[in-house]
């Protein structure tokens, strides 16, 4: 009957983690409550860690009366469970923002990496139109296993970045900016223009994406 | 008779030169060679220094026929007389380039506001992804009056120089990349989202454009 | 811990000033009240004139707070301490607009210049549907050291202005407009495009940037 | 069988001219030799006068052997059987270029209001960046019954015009331009946001449907 | 004082109807109300027909308060006044419909040439997915002086009519669709990109502007 | 009198079951309740079976107050009478989902087909993220005469299904997703350019349009 | 060795017959000479029938030369083996032209379809402007079992054969136009957003898709 | 003087391999004989490996009489110095591509990645319409250290990868395709949109960026 949808609208990838090496993500927009409530107590009893993406404060508090261990980060939009701490990666991924507007995507790649078990550091603010702030930083970003550069405008950022260390650069575009920033594109465009050599990209705003793809590269 | 057009399909803006400064250019894109022989006739007749910009050797030999003073870069693709040679602007105009490939388009600037009665200093192939280069610059491009910053792929030197110097920058994105870049357009949005206060942009590959517009900041 | 992130998520350009002639300016979408008014406490105390951009009331509130002395216009969304009145620049700069709709955007322009140290003359409401109003307006225009000229819908007034006088003309596209006018896009591309030479152009409703630029070209 | 298409590929509209007022117009690009001399043949039989647009001059050539009265504008790309001469329209069409690279398309108008009977003058290169030579021609335009204006780059052309007369404008954005043009898009959305009120347009590089139109509305 | 804007703000263009045919017509999104009681105020007192365009309850209701004659269409968001009831055009405009979705544009355009002074037929929701509905009302088209044939979703009812009668057809794209519609880009497009010779095309949503070019194409 | 529309603003297709084997489906954005009310109470009385499509639960409010037998599914936005549960196509439409967010989409598809007089089976949630879930139902697929599958995002299903199976495709792409997927445009090109050779395609979010088309495929 | 590119480059799907009806048809653009050498080889010998699209007639000649059975549609630029000239649909395809200039497309379709299997009818330059060419073949199309619209420029023809039909339309828009048609861009996306319901859509000048989507209708 | 442009229109980044790993890669497009000639010359001297992309055969030979060591893979248009054959990364780079017309792209990266020092397994031609010729080689993709996945059209198969294995997973889209392909755009976008986790997308067409990429990422 088409009015009561069931619960096999949700197919849960149960064997994600043992593929890919983390248990299948909640994409939260659009889920009602009933599906998080469903989604959440399957993957809550499976796995220690979880994360659930773009996720409003009131689907947090719905699954979280599922398992009152879920946290939460408001600007990032992230709620997650971390309960296995250990840091398994190589080395440490580190997060550079061009702006402060642009914490919240950072912070997403942030905490998803921390998440996956990867040691994090935290470079904020630091865009190229005030580039020496970028230099003092060039010791601890040479001395990252991976680095993630966040950056919203015209997304310069990444392009310095990837001229001057040898390590994986990962891009991330944010829709800060207006005009003839198109919500984002441009900074995307830019990036995946860019002139220095062997930078890869993630979609606009996709802090979770970035923090994967890191933990994907840093992992033993 | 719509099979002989007749001359009165020109009507030159012979006051230009009173009212903007320079007699108007000649754009030849799609200009029959009997059009452009009445307007170079015209033209080189009535002003001392004259450009025609976008034009083939096959369109410069025709109106050097009208006049052997008339002098081409082929790369910048710039036919000009440049009989008057008198600087008149109140400082220099510098030209910086990302890439080599951008040289064209930095040479029709160069050029231009040289015609135009500017003295102009050439800081190529200092892009990006090598930003040491630029640093090395900066002393001269804190002595030049206007900077024109041109690049192609993601477009980003100009919010780098932008940020480093307080005199006006005239950002001009090429059409250098490809992909992603779509033709220009992404260095275009890029240089007219940067993070760098301040900067105005010209069309893509619109050298000539930039060339004028620092001609009209240095002027006296 | 990321759910407290702490005030190293902003580094202050504070050599800003010394390199491109005014402080960092605070672009207000995004930023929490707590960064806010952490920016706005160490700016406030370093310079007598800030600008803040895009800052709604309850932004200008939290900044208000900080220091009564900042004043607000709310068209134009800018925030702004003006403390230090002397008129700095080489001559006046010219504001047009071709609509009374685009006022707040020329508005953005007219205080960030005044606020950086320049003599600003409006003249508004004059666009090219009735062209007798610009013409009206020659002989101010052509006094001015700088025009800015700000438009909206198809965006056609810097091109009849750019060949009128010899001065800088830097355009302002708005997003006044619907359908074909994509948000601005249109208005901005026109303006690119344009077949008056020498005119530069910011991005969509960045009056902040024009009144920047105008004042880079104006200074001594 | 497939490989030899047979003639009842084409259904010629031969009620056209009873319904709309002239016989069907052929549209060249991609017609077979074979096509062209059948289609020819029909219409030329039938009617006085006929029009063939985006006309190469290969096609021209196969059709001029059908009949040799047909004739041919190598810019327009128009072949054309004029026959009948009688001007039918209420009054006359005035065609306004903005450069002299736009003239084919103006020619284009031109030819194709002529051939459906009307009287046409024309005012080519009087564009907006030397806006004088507009004002001069402005008796002229009022006493037209229809106006055509063709203008590439920025398009602004038909927004001046639709300002200053209270006749039917009818703007046609040509594919003049580089760079932020497109291929003439943002001439075309310029023309369609035009703050000039009661303006209508075609699509790019159209004179064809210009001087379609402007025959409808000069109708008696 | 750049925080209390005074009424030059406003140059209302007096002579346009001298011009033009019509008085200057207020485009409401974005104006203040001090500014909409201004020009309301002078422009009721000098002309009997008055139009506001995209003009909201409240907006409305503010310049009602000047004059009580005022009259508003919601669903059209125009407020007009219409004293002079003089009926001076040269025959009927016919509107038609595709949609019931798109009468509102219908009748922006409707009430745009009423006021103008011409006589208006209506024939809505007679779109090309029921052809026979646009077949049995074809007598009643074919007596209209101009026709205007509004159409979101694929936009295709113009070129049917296009395709049917000789007077001229003003095409109106409506933002009516989804997805692939583009807000109405597409219809914009097709209609533009019509196959039905001598259709003109207004801006999406755009019935103001065909009811004033109908108006232009209908004067004696 | 333009501010009362009265009914003759609706033309009700009331031929079109006869036609294409379905009554006029009301597009409900933009009507008003007066629209409505009257094409309810015409089409319930004429017809067993009827849908309106994007319809709110305030529209659907109105149209139950006319007839009570009828149903609303909310996620999917239709309200719909289902009186006629004849089943009367050749066989089964099988309609698969990428996510549990597209399940809205995929009911509408569902729904629509079902009121039409078609089996429907539904299996949701088996994307390519986790290609074994859509193995385990290949058996399922390869059964159903007509398989509708709907994606968001990178839109990859359709592409996969149609390479596994002999039977029609019907993609439709959903607006799930965010940044580069561009409200849905990206699922749907994807979709266009599918190298499984035969996939057809409908507009993005057109659960309706891939139900009808479906019920097209499975008439006898 | 990278100079030296094997044959494993290509690995045929040789099990498609059996799971999508039809053996892999070869995508010649951008392949080498050798390539298709070894692809048809392994073809021809499997499989009576075969299809190569977008095939060069230098590409033919390759193929040829491995078997001389091999026909060639220069037009469609399809090269077909057609050895099995079974019927094995329910019924006839229909492919209806809006324009002759479609026709390549269309017998793309066309002799896919017949070498997959069906009897094609051909309906071809019978587009909506002059809408009686399509009415008069009603009857013929109401007795297709599918029915494959092709057009170009707008693209309406579809919407009007979906709103006079019971049967599958598919809808294939080609490149033919010119400026706002955007090489076919706009055809699609009308298509896309067609009022007529249930109408589905295949890539621009996909004649080849549209054939194989109505051969999987039209299977037993 | 503009006519002669001399050497220091070059200035290459001789510290780049210190920085990032590998010496400046020359960028041919747009280069001057003399400029490839002196880049050439001093690259080579400089480093035993070197990479030339987008390279003319022209211009290959051009670089290949500087020094006879030079290679040239033409399909991938890549001239290389691979003189230093050691095999430095932790593990092998698998490339993997979906059909055999992304052959050239994938081997551009392929060779990239040898280059710069890394074991590379060629996968081709095993895209998601046969995804059984995928599922067969997981057991070679799970071996690796980084897998490059190429394709064109849709672009989905780096989704399908991504959801398959646990080590990093860089997507390239080719240009491969036609129509709503937009030359590349479309798989560009699907892939940044996948909705499998932690995958990274490079420019279009750009195997020489993701050769780097993932070298990168194998790098000790
Ligand atoms: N195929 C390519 N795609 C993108 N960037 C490239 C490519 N080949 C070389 N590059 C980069 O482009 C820059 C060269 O720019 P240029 O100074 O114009 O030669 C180098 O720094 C390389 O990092
Ligand atoms: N969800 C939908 N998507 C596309 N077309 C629809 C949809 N629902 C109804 N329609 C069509 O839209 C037309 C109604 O337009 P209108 O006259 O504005 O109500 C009908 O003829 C239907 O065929
Ligand atoms: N923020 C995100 N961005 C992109 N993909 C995501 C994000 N969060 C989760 N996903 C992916 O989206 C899929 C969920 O789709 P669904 O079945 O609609 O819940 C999961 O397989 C995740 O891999
Ligand atoms: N004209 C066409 N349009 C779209 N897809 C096609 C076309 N011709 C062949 N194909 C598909 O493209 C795939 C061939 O890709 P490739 O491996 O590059 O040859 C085949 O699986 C066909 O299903
Ligand atoms: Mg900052
Ligand atoms: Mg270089
Ligand atoms: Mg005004
Ligand atoms: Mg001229
Ligand atoms: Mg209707
Ligand atoms: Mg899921
Ligand atoms: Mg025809
Ligand atoms: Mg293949």
């Not at 404060?57 to 971390?82: G, I, K, S, T, W």
């Not at 642009?102 to 630091?126: F, L, Q, W």
């Not at 950056?151 to 991330?172: F, K, T």
Request: proline residues 5%; contains cysteine.
């Amino acid at each position: 009957m088409p009015n009561t949808p069931t619960h096999n609208e949700c197919v849960p990838d149960t064997d994600r983690e043992r593929r890919i090496g983390f248990a299948e993500v909640i994409f939260c927009p659009g889920k009602t409550d009933e599906q998080l409530r469903h989604i959440a107590t399957s993957l809550f009893a499976a796995h220690q860690n979880v994360l659930a993406t773009r996720c409003t404060p009131e689907q947090f508090a719905v699954m979280r009366a599922v398992d009152e261990r879920l946290q939460y980060n408001a600007a990032a939009r992230l709620a997650f469970l971390h309960e296995d701490r250990r840091v398994l990666g190589r080395g440490t991924i580190a997060i550079v923002s061009a702006g402060s507007t642009d914490v919240p995507v950072a912070e997403e790649a942030a905490i998803t990496a921390e998440v996956m078990g990867n040691a994090v550091k935290r470079y904020y603010d630091i865009g190229v139109a005030g580039i020496h702030r970028l230099m003092s930083r060039l010791p601890d970003l040479e001395d990252a296993e991976v680095v993630i550069a966040v950056a919203g405008m015209e997304g310069a950022l990444p392009s310095v970045v990837g001229g001057l260390i040898s390590r994986p650069v990962i891009a991330v575009p944010t829709s800060i900016g207006y005009g003839a920033n198109l919500q984002g594109i441009t900074a995307l465009l830019a990036m995946l223009s860019s002139c220095a050599p062997g930078i890869t990209v993630v979609n606009i705003d996709n802090g979770f994406g970035a923090g994967f793809a890191a933990s994907r590269m840093n992992r033993n």
